[in-house]
């Protein structure tokens, strides 16, 4: 098989998530590097969760270059960043051509992605400290820069997630979103023992909490959800309901993806390249706050506006 992809291909076309949800750049750069990886990766019998794991070790490796005050060590770390997520690419396309779905797989998915920042912030934190005389004289300030940052970052690509897959259920139904429940999640985990299945349930716990956070934060999402459920049980919701949401929907999708991976890495290789890595926490704390906060009032408008049409 060409691993270049074809984008009249039914191969490649199936590796993608929802045209809904694509971002213009992953299109046109993440997705067809990632399908050439995919085709390669499953030629040699390796599986998503592999690639992923790999991915895991490419972004520990560009935190570290980062570190280094040094142009040529940061353009090595851009290139190994961008390395990862064709790989973050990958796995999940992998996946899709060939069904290898599992919660350990979304689990590991999520985490890469915290493993590199937390790698890359820890190593933006200690360059600061050792090169800029205001963090030199202050340590203090950037390690609440940075904290406050990552407490945010987490909370945003979370929530850009879970608008995501809320958005691909409508338009894919069940199987084709990853959308889930914290209280099935809480009765499969309750219904397992630590002591047959200690990874399993310690892997669940994560993903079960996870999963709360992001249904805490979504009062009206999860109102709509009822309803949906008390009218029409598991079946799905007529096609006007579901088109009607998810051209609701849509133009949110847009701060979804500025809410992930691109938008802030093109901000944190230009803050490194322009030796002011604190301007990247500082756009994690105004921009992209502002966005997601705006993204949640929006959504939650939404769904209450569909909420009341259930009921009358």
């Known amino acids: 098989m060409n691993p270049t992809p074809d984008k009249n291909s039914s191969s490649y076309e199936q590796s993608l998530k929802s045209m809904d949800t694509e971002e213009w750049f992953d299109l046109h750069f993440y997705r067809p590097i990632g399908y050439a990886w995919a085709c390669l990766a499953r030629r040699a019998g390796i599986t998503p969760n592999v690639i992923t794991i790999a991915s895991i070790f490419l972004g520990i490796g560009a935190g570290l270059c980062f570190y280094i005050d040094n142009i040529w060590w940061n353009l090595l770390g851009i290139l190994l960043l961008v390395w990862a997520d064709s790989f973050d690419s990958a796995d999940g396309q992998l996946a899709r051509m060939t069904g290898q779905y599992s919660r350990l797989g979304r689990i590991l998915d999520g985490l890469s992605g915290d493993i590199w920042f937390v790698t890359i912030y820890f190593a933006l934190c200690f360059r600061e400290i050792h090169t800029s005389p205001f963090f030199i004289a202050h340590h203090w300030v950037i390690w ?88 029409y049980g598991d079946k799905m919701p007529p096609q006007q309901f579901r088109d009607a949401f998810r051209q609701a929907s849509l133009p949110l999708m847009k701060f979804t993806n500025i809410l992930s991976f691109n938008t802030r890495s093109f901000v944190l290789f230009f803050s490194i390249l322009i030796r002011m890595p604190w301007i990247y926490f500082a756009f994690e704390l105004t921009v992209m706050n502002g966005l997601m906060i705006y993204m949640m009032v929006r959504h939650e408008r939404i769904c209450r506006k569909f909420e009341n049409e259930l009921k009358n």
């Open 144 to 231: 609440v820069l940075a904290v406050s940052a990552g407490l945010c970052h987490a909370i945003q690509a979370a929530m850009a997630d879970y608008y995501r897959q809320f958005h691909l259920y409508f338009v894919k139904g069940p199987d084709g979103s990853e959308l889930e429940r914290y209280d099935m999640l809480r009765e499969k985990f309750r219904s397992m023992s630590w002591r047959h299945d200690a990874w399993r349930k310690f892997v669940l716990l994560f993903y079960m909490n996870y999963t709360h956070g992001q249904e805490s934060r979504t009062p009206s999402m999860q109102r709509l959800r009822a309803a949906l459920h008390e009218k």
